[in-house]
């Protein structure tokens, strides 16, 4: 088993499933057993999703819009304009509709860092 | 090894390690220095983990193999997801986590190492670590060479792979997008296309080809690929080159790269990112509908959304079955269920009612809790409903709640009188949808916020913002930026407005009052109130519905509705119509519904005093109502549609016995000279012209394909053979001789089956639906002339034109083609004409000549004109034969002009004709109006008449069908007059009888009168009738063409040459003259089938006899 195959099996199998499920955070979408059983590759540390099927409910999201898929992320404007850039490789949502819950969302703000919901909601 | 197994086991190893690097130092302080070592680990994690996991490296392979065993494992499992928790949870500093997990000694140093590393290595590193650093990494380094490339790669993604999901920064977030738009230095973004659907599917595919290609020689040089639903067929990929994608997409099934990879221009980058649907935002009291299930459709209230914005809690009318099967309401829930789900009929929307539901379902069902009731699994507050929808079980655009939908809601469920609507509730959700229908130009008024009581004119939208230009006051003239959401268009009573939308759409009417943004305006049509949205108006100038046609239906049209009943459209709506019956009732009819359209236009009835009533006539009832009307329609002449604007019960249109009406008009102008009653008994009438159509008129087919045997030769019945039953329109029902079925099929794919087995195209004159003009023109083509032919012409020479041009027997032989054959083997070309009539005639020459090299024109043009207006006949009834209905009055009046016109026009001929020798006199004959005119005519020219400079369709052409022409195969030896082969629609231009070309054989041209009754003209007496034509001469610009007309019943008299069609020719052996076409001017005589629309022909004279084919609508009957 090498990098690779990790990688690969993050990438979902299926696009059309109904089941996919966007991080309300990073925008990373995974199937529901893979956020139950890895949790969020890039945000666990603060939502914390694993093993658990009550916060995957509430931190990820079926309603997403568009996907994108960052091969070089150091290099790419896309990953950058997705604020995606320094997370792992994966596939992303353009557009995720939701907020984190709030004790997330206290949560960033208590290390200092600022929540950008993915909607699009806010554009400066 | 299974994914979960290493993630586990890679964590595992790094607990190991980290016992081994720290064990026993600092053990003790391990309690104390939690919270700080916390606090510090931010900064002090990444370095420490990446020193962890190098030791581990170092480790693993001495250390893991063997020593541990499986319980270890497990046990350490347990306790490094526990461990991972209290980590990263910021909460938990203050929470004694340890005491939950402390059990084993391990896991106490282990704890402590954690603390401690932060601590240490911020603070105090001790040079011993340091060189044991240096060692461990250079043995690491040494390591690596030995390693695998894969080992290196699972190394790397050990390393980097997790990383981030040990810590999250966000440090991106603090970056206004504005900044990270893109700039030359980055990639671009290629546009491929995809096969739609697939997009998705592809962009996966591009990251796992990405991945597995990533290190072999050639990796992907794609830096990212996206997709967007709002783009379907397309993806976007993102690399330095439009070769590099093309490489990443090479072999993907989907993708189409032949269709072009398109650079997205570095200003439009971005935007494909933000596209966002129209943000279908859900607020609490937002409407919606329900997608599925059981309540499909209805309209529900947003009560509460959940915090990702994916379960929507609703509020709505719950449809309850209060009458479930009898089984069902004794037990169990089993049954219960299957009893629900599988029920054919969905319960009407009730609210809730206790009493109700425990009467039927029982009490144990319902349960309640303190305001809420309870009652298989669904709560039920108020009445209603309350229930979780996922969002995409929801509609949310175009959910446009009519106001008895919100009404219900407002109802309150003890049934007390609802007071006024909250109109507000839907003013709010209308809302939306009225930015949207705001337009530039339009009255608006400002209803909230600080602006509110404003109103304008809107400049301009962008957006959600529009500019008004403030009125009133002391604002005038300011332009104002509002939001789009807080401006309502603005109507006063008084305004003219028509509805855009929603199922009063496209009435019209006088707005009385405005009520917030309700309108009450009263329609032009019903005379009735309605009230909408003001959104959904405009003002406008125009009064009644747009349109009036739905389907092949119109207003006040007759349509048969079944076997017994006919009715009058009075009101169409949007997909329906009003219909008044012949007993006075009023049904809503959907077009389906109606079995066919009927014409009465020939038909005929008797009034109260045994005169005539025609179509048009304007009649009062002689009973107790005294109603007034124009009759629009006579049914079995028994019943009289009428129609009086003034009424304004089912739109002015009314039903009444014929018997029970008068004539509005004095008596004495409607008895007519020969007022002979039995004319009105069309029993008693002669079949002759318009009349037998009129007879047959009302009783029952009328078409003449009915009864027909076909075959059909196209589509999946083809080859089927059977009887016409019946026909509507261009629709047939046949009756199938195998299995006895009737099939309703196009005719088009019917073709005649003759006894002897052979095909024959349906001659589907009649084509289009309403078959109004059909059956006259049948009876016309077939049967009646060709008995009446030889018998009735001498009667046509009693009239005045010099008998020598009837009878003349050189006639024939002067035929242009007989003397001069190379001419018109040219193709009859006017200068050919010109070279043969050998009469080069200085008048000719000089006042003519620009009239004749217009010659050609007027009839290309004439033929492109007319088939518009022609192949929709219904648009020539209203457009083209509008004028003649005032001018027939007229006509009435000069009867007398034409008698001395006529005798005017004989005698000038005759002297015409003497000079002339091989001039023509028919030409000369002078039109009775205008008489004073003709007198070029007169003074020798030969060809007086100039051709159609205002080339019309002439009315009764316009009921050829054109498709029946199309739609014959192109004969043999077509080729030799292709024009008429490549343009069978082409039509006769108005004025063909003018044409030069004919003019030598222009009295011996036999007409029929057609199309008159419908516009009344000369009260439509002379409609069908036949005659030959006396004479025409052109007349001056405005007036009406007119013909001399010698009738065979011996009348003599002018007629509109718009009412003149030519009589084609039935049968073999008639000799004809043909009037268009390559062949024009020729006379020949019918050899073959001239019940075809392609008629073989000879010419006639006695050298050089020519075969040819003609279009038989090219073909007119000459006397002989």
């Known amino acids: 088993m090498n990098n690779s195959n990790l990688e690969l099996d993050r990438v979902p199998a299926n696009a059309r499933s109904k089941a996919l499920r966007a991080c309300l955070l990073c925008s990373i979408i995974q199937t529901p057993q893979e956020f139950r059983r890895n949790g969020c590759p890039n945000c666990e540390e603060i939502i914390q999703i694993k093993s658990s099927t009550e916060r995957i409910a509430s931190c990820t999201t079926t309603y997403f819009e568009g996907i994108v898929t960052v091969v070089d992320a150091e290099h790419s404007w896309v990953a950058r304009w997705q604020r995606i850039a320094k997370y792992t490789r994966g596939v992303y949502a353009v557009r995720v509709k939701g907020r984190i819950p709030e004790d997330v969302e206290a949560e960033l703000d208590s290390r200092g860092i600022k929540y950008r919901p993915r909607d699009q909601t806010e554009q400066d | ?1120």
């Open chain 2, 1 to 1120: 090894m299974s994914d979960t197994e290493e993630h586990d086991y890679q964590h595992e190893e790094y607990d190991a390690n980290m016992q081994e690097g720290y064990d026993g130092e600092q053990q003790e302080q391990e309690a104390e220095d939690e919270p700080v070592a916390d606090s510090g680990k931010a900064k002090g994690q990444r370095r420490e983990y990446y020193d962890d996991e190098e030791e581990e490296e170092e480790e693993e392979e001495d250390e893991d193999d063997g020593e541990d065993d499986e319980e270890e494992l497990s046990g350490k499992k347990a306790k490094k997801r526990a461990k991972h928790r209290h980590k990263r949870s910021a909460a938990s500093r203050f929470l004694d986590i340890e005491a939950e997990v402390s059990d084993e000694d391990e896991e106490e140093e282990d704890e402590g190492d954690y603390g401690d590393e932060g601590f240490i290595e911020s603070d105090v590193e001790d040079d011993a670590t340091r060189r044991h650093h240096a060692i461990l990494n250079a043995k690491r380094l040494d390591e690596e060479e030995d390693k695998s490339p894969e080992q290196i790669a699972k190394d790397l993604s050990r390393r980097y792979g997790g990383r981030a999901a040990l810590h999250y920064t966000g440090d991106m977030n603090e970056i206004p997008q504005r900044l990270l738009m893109p700039s030359v230095h980055d990639a671009s973004l290629w546009q491929v296309r995809v096969k739609a659907g697939r997009e998705r599917d592809i962009v996966l595919s591009l990251m796992r080809k990405a991945i597995d290609v990533e290190f072999t020689p050639k990796p992907l040089q794609i830096l990212a690929a996206f997709q967007r639903d709002s783009l379907p067929g397309m993806i976007y990929v993102e690399a330095r080159s439009a070769k590099q994608v093309a490489q990443a997409v090479n072999g993907l099934v989907g993708v189409y790269p032949s269709r072009g990879i398109q650079l997205v221009p570095i200003e439009e980058m971005a935007s494909l990112l933000q596209i966002k649907k129209q943000d279908q935002t859900v607020t609490p009291g937002t409407w919606v509908r329900i997608r599925r299930g059981k309540y499909s459709g209805d309209l529900a209230q947003v009560v509460d959304i959940t915090e990702n914005g994916e379960d929507v809690g609703l509020r709505f009318i719950p449809r309850i079955d209060l009458t479930p099967r009898d089984d069902t309401a004794v037990d169990g829930k089993k049954r219960k269920k299957t009893g629900l789900t599988t029920g054919t009929m969905r319960p009407p929307q009730r609210l809730f009612n206790y009493e109700e539901v425990i009467k039927v379902w029982g009490r144990k069902h319902v349960s309640k809790r303190n305001q809420v009731y309870v009652f298989q699994n669904d709560t039920y507050r108020d009445g209603f409903i309350e229930k979780d929808f996922k969002l995409s079980a929801l509609i949310l655009e175009d959910v446009n709640p009519t106001l008895d939908e919100i009404q219900q809601f407002s109802r309150k469920q003890d049934g007390e009188a609802d007071t006024l609507v909250d109109l507000s509730v839907i003013a709010e959700a209308s809302r939306k949808a009225a930015i949207s229908v705001l337009q530039p130009g339009d009255h608006v008024e400002v209803f909230e916020g600080e602006q509110a009581g404003v109103h304008g004119v809107v400049e301009e939208i962008s957006q959600d913002v529009v500019t008004i230009n403030a009125e009133g006051l002391d604002l005038e003239g300011q332009k104002i930026e509002l939001p789009a959401r807080s401006v309502r268009k603005r109507f006063k009573p008084g305004d003219h407005v028509k509805v855009m939308t929603g199922q009063n759409a496209d009435e019209t009417g006088l707005v009385v009052s405005v009520a917030d943004n309700v309108v009450t305006f009263i329609s032009d049509m019903s005379m009735q109130e309605i009230s909408v949205f003001s959104k959904d108006l405009r003002e406008a100038a125009e009064v009644g519905s747009s349109t009036n046609i739905v389907g092949n239906y119109e207003l006040h049209d007759l349509v048969q509705l079944d076997a017994q009943t006919v009715g009058v459209i009075f009101k169409t709506e949007r997909d329906s119509f009003r219909v008044l019956d012949q007993h006075g009732q009023v049904r809503l009819v959907q077009p389906h519904q109606i079995s066919m359209n009927r014409n009465s236009n020939k038909a005929i009835a008797t009034d109260s005093e045994g005169h005539e009533i025609r179509i048009n006539d304007n009649m009062k009832e002689i009973n107790s109502e005294n109603r007034k009307g124009r009759v629009l329609h006579i049914y079995q002449s028994f019943y009289a549609f009428l129609h009086n604007r003034e009424y304004q019960e089912n739109g002015g249109v009314f039903v009444t016995r014929t018997r029970s009406l008068a004539s509005v008009a004095p008596k004495g102008s409607i008895v007519k000279p020969t007022g002979d009653l039995s004319k009105m008994n069309p029993a008693m009438i002669p079949p002759t012209g318009g009349m037998v159509g009129s007879g047959t008129m009302g009783r029952g087919p009328r078409d003449r394909h009915i009864g027909f045997t076909v075959a059909i030769v196209k589509g999946p019945m083809k080859g089927y053979v059977g009887t016409i039953k019946d026909t509507n329109g261009n629709i047939a029902r046949v009756e199938l001789r195998t299995g006895n079925k009737l099939v309703t099929i196009d005719k088009d794919k019917l073709r005649e089956r003759k006894p002897d087995g052979t095909l024959v195209p349906l001659e589907n004159r009649f084509k289009a639906p309403p078959p109004r003009p059909g059956m006259s023109w049948n009876s016309h083509a077939t049967n009646p002339y060709a008995a009446q032919d030889g018998s009735r012409t001498p009667l046509g020479m009693v009239g005045k034109t010099p008998n020598p041009y009837a009878s003349d027997a050189k006639t024939p032989a002067w035929n242009a083609s007989s003397r001069t054959p190379n001419p018109y083997a040219d193709g009859g070309k006017t200068p050919a004409w010109n070279a043969s009539s050998r009469t080069p005639n200085p008048d000719l020459d000089g006042g003519r000549t620009p009239a004749w090299t217009r010659t050609p024109n007027p009839y290309a043009s004439g033929a492109g004109s007319t088939n518009g207006g022609w192949q929709t006949p219904r648009a020539n009834t209203t457009a083209g034969w509008a004028t003649p209905g005032r001018t027939s009055s007229g006509w009435g009046g000069t009867s007398p002009a034409h008698d001395s016109g006529s005798a005017w026009g004989s005698s000038s001929t005759a002297g015409t004709w003497g000079s002339g020798g091989d001039s023509w006199g028919p030409a000369s004959a002078p039109t009775p109006a205008p008489a004073q005119a003709p007198t070029p005519a007169v003074t020798g020219t030969p060809y007086p008449s100039t051709p159609a400079a205002y080339p019309r369709t002439p009315a009764g052409v316009s009921r050829y069908d054109i498709s029946s022409y199309s739609s014959v195969a192109t004969p043999a030896g077509g080729a030799f007059y292709n024009d008429e082969a490549d343009s069978p629609m082409d039509d006769l231009p108005e004025q063909w009888l003018l044409d030069p070309e004919l003019a030598p054989h222009m009295k011996r041209i036999k007409v029929e009168v057609q199309g008159t009754r419908h516009m009344n003209y000369l009260n439509g007496d002379y409609e069908g009738k036949v005659g030959r034509v006396d004479g025409a001469a052109q007349v001056a610009a405005g007036y009406e063409q007119t013909v001399m007309v010698e009738l065979e019943d011996g009348e003599s008299r002018s007629i509109l040459l718009r009412y003149l069609v030519p009589v084609q020719p039935d049968k073999e052996n008639q000799e004809v003259l043909v009037i268009d076409g390559n062949y024009k001017g020729v006379v020949a005589i019918v050899r073959e089938s001239p019940e075809l629309s392609k008629v073989v022909l000879t010419t006639k004279g006695d050298e050089q006899i020519k075969v040819f084919e003609a279009v038989r609508h090219h073909l007119v009957v000459l006397y002989s």
